[in-house]
């Protein structure tokens, strides 16, 4: 398989963890060190290797939510049994070290250039490989008008939410609360429909790019939505990270 012989090129590398950033009750941002880590575009992944003392091993991908030029950086969510994101959320200090090999993906990545106008839709922890292309965007300071539709269970779930409350010029949020909304709350209060799409969505004659991330059941559910809009679904591209989220 062409992705196996090129992910065997990558080499895995020692991380050691510089930093760490709790940005809800369960999602930790984590900011790693790695000789030899040559930098990455705005959308791309890492592989994380955690080794146990008895040798067992278990890997998982994780979005990077830094910009390109920054620090790399991990968001990661705790699941509940999860194998992996409890250590990383809960357990990892600062001066622990696992491996990590990437950056990996050339598809779902955004590297600011184009007049097209972005819609990027995010369900949950969705949002870390967007943050990469918000922040990207910000940093080389795109016009590019972009929005961001974002749905999180509740309020206190909103990752990186002082962040998204100043957006950068151009830069348009908007944001459901699925399950709970505190008092006052003026975005929308239910999951991803048509009617939202409609709302938020460019017109499909403006020939927009799509970036959606979330769990399968989300981005099928948004890209599906889209498609009915007249989006041609090669202009929408995905990341899934798996059934739960
Ligand atoms: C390209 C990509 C990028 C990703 N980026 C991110 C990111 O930026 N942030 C992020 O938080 N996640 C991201 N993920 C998801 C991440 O890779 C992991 O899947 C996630 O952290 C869960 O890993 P875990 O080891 O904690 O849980 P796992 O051990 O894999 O378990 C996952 C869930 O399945 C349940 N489970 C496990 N085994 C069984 C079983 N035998 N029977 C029934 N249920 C079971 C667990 O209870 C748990 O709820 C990404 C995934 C992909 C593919």
Redesign the pocket.
């Known amino acids: 398989m062409a992705g196996a012989a090129l992910l065997g090129r990558l080499t895995w590398l020692v991380a050691e963890v510089v930093d760490a950033v709790q940005e809800t009750p369960r999602?930790r941002t984590l900011v790693l060190e790695a000789d030899g880590w040559d930098g990455h575009r705005a959308g791309q992944?890492v592989d994380?290797r955690l080794t146990s003392e008895d040798g067992y091993q278990?890997e998982?991908?994780?979005?990077?939510?830094s910009a390109p030029g920054e620090p790399l950086a991990?968001?990661?969510?705790?699941?509940?049994?999860?194998?992996?994101?409890?250590?990383?959320?809960s357990e990892a200090r600062e001066g622990d070290r696992f491996e990590i090999r990437g950056p990996?993906?050339g598809y779902?990545v955004w590297d600011g250039s184009g007049d097209a106008p972005v819609l990027l839709v995010a369900g949950?922890?969705?949002v870390?490989?967007l943050m990469s292309m918000i922040r990207h965007r910000a940093r080389t300071g795109s016009r590019t008008p972009t929005r961001l539709l974002y749905s999180s269970r509740s309020y206190e779930d909103v990752i990186y939410r002082a962040e998204l409350d100043e957006p950068a010029d151009g830069l348009e949020v908007f944001q459901t609360l699925t399950r709970s909304q505190p008092p006052g709350w003026t975005g929308y209060a239910r999951r991803i429909d048509a009617e939202m799409l409609g709302e938020v969505a460019w017109s499909a004659a403006d020939e927009p790019r799509v970036f959606i991330?979330g769990s399968t059941r989300f981005v099928d559910a948004a890209a599906d939505g889209l498609v009915a809009m007249g989006y041609p679904p090669l202009s929408i591209r995905t990341?899934?990270?798996?059934?739960?989220?």
Do not use: K, N, Q, W
């Not at 998982?60 to 939510?65: D, E, F, G, L």
């Not at 991990?74 to 959320?89: A, F, K, M, R």
């Open positions: 999602v992944h994380v278990a998982r991908s994780y979005s990077i939510a991990v968001t990661v969510e705790e699941l509940e049994d999860g194998e992996v994101s409890p250590y990383l959320v990996i993906g779902f949950g922890s969705g870390v490989p991330c990341e899934r990270f798996g059934a739960t989220g």
